[in-house]
């Protein structure tokens, strides 16, 4: 038995109706930016969603790449994924640590607000394993909490409930050699407690 967290689409999306509504919009929408903005650089053949919950932003990888794949450890999120989205293919895994993929073999990664939920020793194996199934010259997209002053659980405890912010800088460091090509904040829905909900961070292998 394990109390670990289990993971739904309020936690996932953490409000609702027309404010959901139009975070998904705005999210979709820089989405799409950053990934026309890697494919004008290198070709995007197959692209991944590390982390992909129910599949919110996954289809839009499928505008540019032919061929998609969202990760994530949810069985429920998983299956929720496959009946809304259909067209595309999502994989449950034990954990992100471990892609069933071969090395260099994504043009582009996605992972939107995945890692400020883990620990700094977890979140470090997840970057190390995007790094391997990244082809030369392809592209990472990191949409994370980057206000160093905000951590809420117990990194001990990471499973139950955990947030913490990294600077832009920590993220850098650890997914060298790739290089920092673009950021810019994430935007959603006015009123919104906090003004500052994260950076995008679009990296060059």
């Known amino acids: 038995m394990t109390d670990r967290k289990t993971w739904t689409p309020s936690d996932v999306v953490d409000v609702s109706g027309p404010p959901a509504l139009l975070r998904n919009y705005l999210e979709q929408r820089d989405v799409r930016a950053y990934l026309q903005e890697?494919?004008?650089?290198h070709r995007?053949?197959?692209?991944?969603?590390?982390?992909?919950g129910f599949g919110r932003l996954t289809p839009v990888l499928s505008e540019v790449a032919a061929e998609v794949?969202?990760?994530?450890?949810?069985?429920?999120?998983?299956?929720?994924a496959r009946r809304l989205v259909p067209a595309l293919k999502f994989e449950r895994v034990a954990t992100l640590e471990h892609l069933p993929v071969p090395g260099a073999s994504a043009d582009f990664v996605l992972t939107?607000?995945?890692?400020?939920?883990m620990p700094d020793a977890r979140a470090e194996a997840v970057l190390a394993e995007i790094l391997r199934v990244i082809a030369p010259g392809g592209h990472l997209l990191l949409v994370e909490e980057t206000d160093e002053t905000l951590e809420a659980g117990d990194p001990a405890n990471a499973d139950r409930g955990y947030t913490h912010g990294r600077a832009v800088a920590w993220y850098a460091h650890r997914v060298q050699p790739a290089s920092l090509v673009a950021t810019s904040p994430r935007r959603i829905e006015p009123g919104y407690?906090?003004?500052?909900?994260?950076?995008?961070?679009?990296?060059?292998k």
């Open 69 to 80: 794949i969202g990760f994530e450890r949810e069985a429920a999120l998983v299956e929720t």
């Open 38 to 41: 890697a494919a004008a650089r």
């Open 193 to 204: 407690p906090r003004p500052n909900v994260g950076t995008y961070m679009l990296f060059q």
């Open 44 to 52: 995007v053949q197959r692209a991944y969603d590390v982390g992909c």
């Open 112 to 117: 939107f607000t995945v890692l400020q939920h």
